[in-house]
Nanobody, 125 residues
């Protein structure tokens, strides 16, 4: 069973950038499609980005297209989320998630059985 630990969150001014990392352990990382989700106070968890097992396919929520980039390094068992041009509405707890082994990546949270503990991103105006 894979364990996930996010890092890289913090406080940033609007227009700034952050790079989130998610380190995986306890499984064969290249077997898992990976996703990033976020949850703001009082709101439901929402999809941010996803990447295939080999990293050759990605998908993004409209809110992050052109600003966010998901990538992975299977040799380092790590998935990243580069976030540029951050806006106050990007403020949320960001979670990485892993699919069941060998499943295709998805935008739906229910298709990810493994989750990290989350990292807080706060964007000030």
């Amino acid at each position: 069973q894979v364990q996930l630990v996010e890092s890289g969150g913090g406080l940033v001014q609007a227009g700034g950038s952050l790079r989130l990392s998610c380190a995986a352990s306890g499984g064969t990382f290249s077997s898992y499609a990976m996703g990033w989700f976020r949850q703001a106070p009082g709101k439901e968890r929402e999809f941010v980005a996803a990447i295939s097992r080999r990293g050759d396919s990605t998908d993004y929520a409209d809110s992050g297209k052109g600003r966010f980039t998901i990538s992975r390094d299977n040799a380092k068992n790590t998935v990243y989320l580069q976030m540029n041009s951050l806006k106050p509405e990007d403020t949320a707890v960001y979670y990485c998630a892993a699919s069941a082994p060998f499943y295709k990546f998805s935008t739906r949270a229910q298709n990810y059985p493994y989750w990290g503990q989350g990292t807080q991103v706060t964007v000030s105006s």
